[in-house]
């Protein structure tokens, strides 16, 4: 028998913005915007209109109108910076498009009779709330902010073997890449693995937007630096730290990833 579904809490990643390592204040990129339409779009297939899917099956949500959005049952967190707040209105413009009927429910009736039309072709505003570092709320969305035990150990990984052995073999790709990439938009002494997430962010927004750097790079190099990235990232924050010690008493501890 088909399920119903009585609430959903969905996780989403902010689309392609413009990197940081050059860009002081990034936004959010059209193709951004699109990658969490598309997310929206694939939500409102699973839980409110049913369209078949090679992605998803349907789960309808209880008590939820498949056009009309209702902002007492649909909250939206979002962290402040511009581009997670805009990915959250793309997605909510997937999540439930734009209804052109300003007489009924998703417009605004007039006593009259008729009623008026919301910009953008009845465009939906939905509820999105932002929570900064200092707002406790942030913790759902943004939990390593402001946290001290997340500095500490962040710190610390520097000192894992890991970290070392990583930074001293991968010295000769990373210097490699920086004719194709990085040279003349990124310090030099910025271009090692300490800094592999916003390098790798950096190559992956280049390789789709400057010709040059497309036709400079090989497939295979912006997959290792994906690779990096990736180890980079679980390091920072799904490392796990051992405690070790001996029958004395004394003891040390040594970072995994």
């Known amino acids: 028998p088909p399920r119903t579904t ?6 989403t990643h902010h689309g392609e913005r413009r990197p940081p390592l050059t860009h002081a204040h990034p936004t959010l990129t059209p193709l951004g915007a699109s990658q969490l339409f598309s997310a929206g779009s694939l939500i409102r297939s699973r839980y409110l209109t049913g369209a078949s899917s090679n992605l998803t099956s349907f789960t309808p949500l209880h008590g939820f109108h498949k056009n009309y959005l209702d902002s007492n049952r649909i909250q939206v967190l979002s962290g ?4 997670t707040v805009a990915s959250a209105w793309a997605f909510l413009q997937g999540l439930y498009p734009p209804v052109d009927v300003p007489g009924l429910i998703g417009g605004s009736p007039l006593a009259g009779g008729g009623g008026v039309e919301a910009p953008l072709n009845g465009y939906q505003y939905g509820r999105v709330e932002t929570a900064g570092a200092r707002d406790w709320n942030s913790i759902w969305i943004a939990g390593d902010e402001r946290c001290p035990n997340h500095a500490i ?3 610390s990984q520097v000192n894992s073997s890991t970290y070392i ?3 001293r073999d991968s010295a000769s790709f990373y210097a490699s890449t920086m004719p194709q ?6 310090p030099d002494l910025m271009v090692t693995y300490h800094n592999a997430v916003d390098l790798h962010e950096y190559a992956a927004y280049a390789m789709l937007h400057n010709s040059t750097v497309a036709a400079a790079l090989p ?9 990096l990235a990736a180890k980079r990232f679980f390091g920072l924050y799904g490392g796990a730290r051992r405690e070790t010690g001996n029958a004395e008493g004394g003891g ?6």
């Open 6 to 11: 009585w609430t959903s809490l969905i996780l």
């Open 80 to 83: 402040p910076e511009q581009y």
């Open 153 to 155: 150990t962040s710190a």
């Open 165 to 167: 052995n990583t930074t």
């Open 181 to 186: 990439v990085f040279k003349g938009v990124i």
């Open 219 to 227: 497939a295979s190099s912006l997959t290792k630096l994906r690779a």
């Open 252 to 257: 040390d501890k040594e970072w995994e990833e």
